[in-house]
């Protein structure tokens, strides 16, 4: 069974760059799928930021596109986000998920507070 | 961009009735690639229903799901303790992806 974990620091500054890393286990990535994160602020609804492929190719919410990268590592079986000059708008829930059309499976989210 | 809108806000019933949840797509879904999801308090999303109709593993049968186009349905034939919560659709068949602002189904 697939299981996903976000990691990375829970507290960012503003203007500097948010970075997670998700690992993946009992599946891997380089098996097929896109992959992707997914944030939800604090008491409000989702929000899709990007997915790619284990091959590497990426597709981006354009609402979010000049700030984000997305990239994966197939030998350590993780795929990573960075999101840059972040705002307080920014601060939500993150998480990674395994996407087979819909997402399938969900890392449990880590929450990332953009303060000073 | 795909705007899905879902009604009511608030959905109030007690365990054993029927809830009929709505989402409405600012245009239609291409191949009906409509997902619903479960969310709990501090937990993550969990799917639900795909393709406007599928269950996913593990899913009861109370859950189903209907619709085509713009108009989707999700249905929980009796409700059951675990499932007040909050469902959320999606939809898969264009980019970017895009959820609605959720449904919450609270006890009565």
Do not use: M
Request: include cysteine.
């Amino acid at each position: 069974q697939v299981q996903l974990q976000e990691s990375g620091p829970g507290l960012v500054k503003p203007s500097e760059t948010l970075s997670l890393s998700c690992a993946v286990s009992g599946y891997s990535i380089s098996s097929g799928n896109y992959w992707g994160w997914i944030r939800q602020p604090p008491g409000k609804g989702l929000e899709w930021i990007g997915s790619i492929f284990h091959s590497g190719s990426t597709y981006y919410n354009p609402s979010l596109k000049s700030r984000v990268t997305i990239s994966v590592d197939t030998s350590k079986n993780q795929f990573s986000l960075k999101l840059s000059s972040v705002t307080a708008a920014d601060t939500a829930v993150y998480y990674c998920a395994r996407i087979s059309g819909p997402f399938d499976s969900w890392g449990q989210g880590t929450l990332v507070t953009v303060s000073s | 961009e795909i705007v899905l809108t879902q009604s009511p806000g608030t959905l109030s019933l007690s365990p054993g009735e029927r809830a009929t949840l709505s989402c409405r797509a600012s245009q239609s879904v291409s191949s009906s690639y409509l997902a619903w999801y479960q969310q709990k308090p501090g937990q993550a999303p969990r799917l639900l229903i795909y393709g406007a109709s599928s269950r996913a593993t593990g899913i009861p049968d109370r859950f189903s799901g209907s619709g085509s186009g713009t108009d989707f349905t999700l249905t929980i034939s009796r409700l059951e303790p675990e499932d007040f919560a909050v469902y959320c659709c999606q939809q898969y068949g264009s980019s970017p992806r895009t959820f609605g602002q959720g449904t919450k189904v609270e006890i009565k």
